[in-house]
């Protein structure tokens, strides 16, 4: 049964930083589109950063943009999301989700066709 484990959320202080971890089984990330996705409360779930194997290029929502990196690592199946200056506004529970095909613009529509989805992990940023 494929699935994503997520791990790496927790609570920070404004400024501080923080890594997710997403480790894949059961289908292999490098041939498919991966990415992060988050919903903060009484907000809808927002893209936040995510990689598709047609073009190997990271997207992110702009206000992540120089401060989070999203990166893969084909040996161990796995991805990361690399918070950095993080604020209070990033606050939500993120979720990992894949789709085991690539396309140019899949990004765009991850969360409508994802197949599969970890099972979220909790950041909070708070003084």
């Known amino acids: 049964q494929p699935q994503l484990v997520e791990s790496g959320g927790g609570s920070v202080q404004p400024g501080g930083s923080l890594r997710l971890s997403c480790a894949a089984s059961g289908f292999t990330l490098a041939y498919g589109t991966i990415g992060w996705l988050r919903q903060a409360p009484g907000k809808e779930l927002e893209g936040v950063s995510c990689?598709?194997?047609?073009?190997?290029?990271?997207y992110y929502t702009d206000s992540v943009k120089g401060r989070f990196t999203l990166t893969r690592d084909n040996a161990k199946n796995t991805v990361y999301l690399q918070m950095n200056s993080l604020k209070p506004e990033d606050t939500a529970v993120y979720y990992c989700?894949?789709?085991?095909?690539?396309?140019?613009?899949?990004?765009?529509?991850?969360?409508?066709?994802?197949?599969?989805w970890g099972q979220g992990t909790q950041v909070t940023v708070s003084s």
């Open positions: 989700a894949a789709m085991e095909r690539a396309y140019d613009s899949a990004c765009v529509y991850l969360s409508r066709e994802a197949d599969y």
């Open positions: 990689m598709s194997s047609s073009d190997d290029y990271a």
